[in-house]
């Protein structure tokens, strides 16, 4: 099953050049973990119903993210900030 993962992110990485190395780092750990890369773990889907491979998905995670959790003015603390938003556990918003 692994080896079959593997390939199937092969494939599906050839498909994203544009994958930064911190979204190959973590669609890594993804598969590692016995997932597809084109399923989520924030079950996004699009207009269809239809969910997003891994990275897009992790990409509208940030879009996301940056709507509802403005940029901080450092640089480490909007990484920290992304990072945060990408596994899950930002902190909720003051209302």
Do not use: H, Q
């Not at 897009?56 to 990072?83: H, M, S």
């Not at 945060?84 to 556990?89: D, I, Q």
């Amino acid at each position: 099953m692994k080896r079959y993962l593997i390939n199937e992110m092969k494939c599906y990485l050839a498909l994203v050049p544009d994958a930064s190395e911190e979204e190959i780092s973590d669609l890594k750990e993804w598969v590692a973990a016995g997932n597809s890369p084109y399923a989520n773990p924030w079950y996004i889907a699009d207009e269809r119903g239809t969910e997003l491979p891994f990275i897009e998905a992790r990409r509208v995670i940030f879009i996301l993210a940056e709507d509802v959790y403005p940029a901080p003015k450092t640089a480490a603390a909007r990484g920290l900030n992304r990072t945060l938003a990408a596994r899950g556990t930002a902190p909720s918003p003051l209302i």
